[in-house]
């Protein structure tokens, strides 16, 4: 392979990386997980910046006749990303279930290899780089805010007198909830706690309308909700 790089191959790359961190963040986000379709496109898009730099680098002379000097090309963007890993992982937060701060490491990621890009003379690389990362970080966050998302919440009920254990679970999982875990707690009225699964909209908030089903019912004493996790 030549070292040498047009546009149209540094474009063509450029745009790959854009659709491939797309995809992966959109399944992340829609499975509610931390790292979601900004933070992905914006890791994609820093090692892709980082290879095609290496590339453009592999023309210089790396060693004169009279010197004991090597460069080694491959080390510039492996070691400065490396080092930045560590500033980045201190962006995160972890508040029980919820994960705070991965798109702001990312950006401080993307930021470093764009200013690689700049400081080796790729100008127009670096340009190009800066101009596709704004877009994510600006526009993509309109289209992010419309993508539903993965909930989890814990639902307790106490519902009168003592039932099976299968009977409540299939009461339930006929109202359309996906139950990863719940326990009975045998009494003079059952207690069921469910932890709950469901996809909704950043801009929903509040209880879910299935909460409020499942309160109208007429065996059901005592009803407590949270919410443990809002991705």
Request: proline share 3%.
């Amino acid at each position: 392979m030549s070292p040498t790089l047009s546009w149209e191959q540094i474009v063509w790359r450029l745009t790959l990386t854009l659709v491939a961190g797309t995809v992966i963040g959109i399944n992340r986000r829609e499975r509610g997980r931390p790292a979601g379709l900004r933070t992905t496109c914006l890791v994609s898009l820093a090692a892709s910046l980082a290879m095609i730099q290496m590339n453009l680098l592999l023309a210089s002379n790396g060693k004169a006749a009279d010197s004991f000097a090597v460069m080694d090309v491959a080390r510039l963007p492996l070691g400065i990303l490396s080092g930045m890993g560590f500033i980045g992982a201190g962006a995160i937060l972890r508040r029980d279930r919820m994960v705070l701060g991965v798109t702001t490491a990312a950006t401080l990621w993307f930021v470093t290899m764009v200013g690689l890009c700049f400081g080796g003379g790729q100008i127009g690389l670096g340009l190009a780089g800066l101009g596709i990362g704004m877009v994510v970080l600006w526009c993509f966050q309109w289209f992010e805010d419309r993508l539903s998302e993965v909930r989890i919440g814990t639902l307790r009920l106490v519902v009168a007198g003592s039932r099976e254990p299968r009977e409540i679970e299939g009461g339930l999982r006929e109202l359309g909830f996906r139950i990863t875990s719940w326990g009975i707690s045998p009494e003079s009225h059952s207690t069921v706690t469910c932890e709950i699964h469901w996809s909704a909209r950043p801009d929903e908030k509040g209880v879910p309308s299935f909460v409020s089903q499942v309160a109208k019912r007429e065996d059901i004493v005592q009803l407590e909700w949270s919410e443990v996790l809002h991705a």
